[in-house]
């Protein structure tokens, strides 16, 4: 019996187990999750796809990387035990483990260096390709905004990568699975990293790269909160010389992929805008991309805020009402206009990344707080009254006065509704299984 096989088999079928657990389980708060997204296929021209894995063609290896056995990364997570799982998704499971600080030893754990180690689950193909990316991007882009890749390993069937460990975790974690809200300038300055991170993706890398899979679950968090762009699973070289687009399979998940992407296939650096202005939203609304668990005409939250985004007088509706005021108004306001560009439905119209950032610079410091507002308290007022008469069966819309009383609407809820964890369903073509 082949014992390492034996155990690779293990720890698929532990990853299977434990990803099913993560879809149903609301309460889980995994440090890191990167998550890569399922992929489908459009009328977009296809991808040349290779017939088989030809390693020594495909996989660019820079010199900075370690290069780790699978017996040195089974020890270093402790023979993948299930309480070093930090997370799982589509691409297989990630692991918490500890090697020397400068070899590929594995040491005791909590000394040497902390590693995040990632699995790739034996899907073919399309996984293979997605980690041969993994390796090809993040080992030769070097930048703060994006997660450190230390190294890898492929030995026979077996496909492992190596990141530096993020304490803080995702996004993901801190805007929808905990119960403390992240305060506003924490809000803006991971908007404003992870901003950085695309801006030297896009116009600073030696070629331009489009990273196709901005999203919350991919931005990962240091101990200071600074945000590091991770997964690089679906990133494609951006077009260059007088083409205009890339056109490729459509691949990302849903709510987040920019609208002409996803009917025509034509990926450009403008669709990662559009991505950032989904997650620019996030964070403003403490609101999910996709949350059917929301009344009806809320379930997509761009549908939702586009009747707010363009006047300047509603916009504290698209902001989270957890922070119960602890918002720059000023800050709110420039954020909010910055999310309605990136969101424009014409690509052409929206800002470059290096634009964004330079709006995004003042905002975490900005100290202008709503709640201190007399403007803030009266909407508040309102927004007391209206959840008091809500449950009395009577809907107002909260923070509308009129004669100073608030106004009656059918259609808005009473009050927030907190948004559990649902899983958010990738992108389906309706061409999905054409060839």
Same mark, same amino acid.
């Given at each position: 019996?082949?014992?390492? !096989?034996?155990?690779?088999?293990?720890?698929?079928?532990?990853?299977?187990?434990?990803? +099913?657990?993560?879809?149903?389980?609301?309460?889980?708060?995994?440090?890191?999750?990167?998550?890569?997204?399922?992929?489908?296929? +459009?009328?977009?021209?296809?991808?040349?796809?290779?017939?088989?894995?030809?390693?020594?063609?495909?996989?660019?290896?820079?010199?900075?990387?370690?290069?780790?056995?699978?017996?040195?990364?089974?020890?270093? %997570?402790? =023979?993948?035990?299930?309480?070093?799982?930090?997370?799982?998704?589509?691409?297989?499971?990630?692991?918490?483990?500890?090697?020397?600080?400068?070899?590929?030893?594995?040491?005791?754990?909590?000394?040497?260096?902390?590693?995040?180690?990632?699995?790739?689950?034996?899907?073919?193909?399309?996984?293979?390709?997605?980690?041969?990316?993994?390796?090809?991007?993040?080992?030769?882009?070097?930048?703060?905004?994006?997660?450190?890749?230390?190294?890898?390993?492929?030995? *026979?069937?077996?496909?492992?990568?190596?990141?530096?460990?993020?304490?803080?975790?995702?996004?993901?974690?801190?805007?929808?699975?905990?119960? #403390?809200?992240?305060?506003?300038?924490?809000?803006?300055?991971?908007?404003?990293?992870?901003?950085?991170?695309?801006?030297?993706?896009?116009?600073?890398?030696?070629?331009?790269?489009? @990273?196709?899979?901005?999203? %919350?679950? !991919?931005?990962?968090?240091?101990?200071?909160?600074?945000?590091?762009?991770?997964?690089?699973?679906?990133?494609?070289?951006?077009?260059?010389?007088?083409?205009?687009?890339?056109?490729?399979?459509?691949?990302?998940?849903?709510?987040?992929?920019?609208?002409?992407?996803? #009917?025509?296939?034509?990926?450009?650096?403008?669709?990662?805008?559009?991505?950032?202005?989904?997650?620019?939203?996030?964070?403003?609304?403490?609101?999910?991309?996709? *949350?059917?668990?929301?009344?009806?005409?809320?379930?997509?939250?761009?549908?939702?805020?586009?009747?707010?985004?363009?006047?300047?007088?509603?916009?504290?509706?698209?902001?989270?009402?957890?922070?119960?005021?602890?918002?720059?108004? &000023?800050?709110?306001?420039?954020?909010?206009?910055?999310?309605?560009?990136?969101?424009?439905?014409?690509?052409?119209?929206?800002?470059?990344?290096?634009?964004?950032?330079?709006?995004?610079?003042?905002?975490? =410091?900005?100290?202008? #707080?709503?709640?201190?507002?007399?403007?803030?308290?009266? #909407? !508040?007022?309102?927004?007391?009254?209206?959840? %008091?008469?809500?449950?009395?069966?009577?809907?107002?819309?909260?923070?509308?006065?009129?004669?100073?009383?608030?106004?009656?609407?059918?259609?808005?809820?009473?009050? @927030?509704?907190?948004?559990?964890?649902?899983?958010?369903?990738?992108?389906?073509?309706?061409?999905?299984? &054409?060839?």
């Amino acid at each position: 019996m082949d014992v390492g !096989n034996s155990k690779s088999r293990v720890v698929a079928l532990f990853c299977r187990k434990a990803e +099913s657990k993560s879809t149903n389980d609301t309460s889980r708060d995994q440090p890191v999750a990167p998550v890569i997204s399922s992929s489908t296929t +459009s009328n977009a021209e296809p991808e040349s796809v290779p017939s088989t894995p030809k390693i020594g063609e495909e996989l660019k290896i820079s010199s900075q990387l370690r290069k780790f056995t699978y017996n040195e990364l089974k020890m270093a %997570t402790r =023979n993948f035990r299930p309480d070093s799982l930090l997370g799982e998704g589509g691409f297989g499971c990630v692991f918490k483990g500890w090697v020397n600080e400068t070899g590929s030893t594995p040491v005791k754990p909590g000394t040497g260096l902390t590693v995040a180690v990632k699995t790739l689950n034996h899907d073919g193909l399309q996984g293979h390709r997605e980690w041969l990316a993994e390796v090809n991007y993040l080992g030769e882009l070097i930048h703060p905004h994006l997660v450190k890749l230390i190294g890898y390993c492929i030995e *026979d069937d077996q496909r492992l990568l190596v990141y530096e460990f993020m304490p803080r975790g995702s996004l993901e974690n801190h805007l929808f699975k905990r119960s #403390m809200p992240l305060p506003w300038s924490i809000r803006m300055k991971i908007a404003l990293s992870a901003a950085k991170g695309l801006a030297f993706l896009h116009e600073e890398a030696e070629k331009p790269v489009i @990273y196709r899979d901005f999203k %919350t679950s !991919n931005i990962l968090l240091d101990a200071d909160y600074n945000a590091k762009l991770s997964d690089f699973g679906l990133a494609k070289d951006g077009p260059e010389g007088d083409k205009t687009h890339v056109s490729t399979r459509v691949m990302g998940t849903y709510g987040y992929a920019a609208p002409e992407y996803v #009917m025509t296939g034509h990926l450009t650096a403008k669709s990662d805008v559009y991505s950032f202005g989904v997650v620019l939203l996030e964070l403003l609304s403490g609101r999910r991309s996709m *949350d059917k668990s929301r009344p009806n005409g809320e379930h997509n939250l761009v549908e939702w805020a586009r009747p707010y985004l363009g006047e300047r007088r509603r916009f504290y509706r698209l902001i989270d009402p957890r922070l119960e005021g602890r918002f720059s108004i &000023k800050g709110a306001q420039q954020a909010v206009q910055l999310a309605a560009r990136c969101l424009n439905r014409e690509a052409k119209i929206r800002p470059a990344m290096s634009e964004v950032v330079e709006a995004l610079e003042p905002l975490p =410091n900005l100290n202008d #707080m709503a709640n201190s507002s007399s403007y803030f308290q009266a #909407m !508040n007022a309102a927004r007391a009254s209206a959840s %008091t008469n809500g449950r009395n069966g009577v809907r107002l819309q909260p923070g509308s006065m009129k004669n100073g009383q608030p106004t009656r609407s059918p259609s808005m809820p009473s009050r @927030y509704r907190g948004s559990p964890y649902h899983h958010i369903q990738p992108l389906q073509s309706p061409v999905a299984n &054409k060839p």
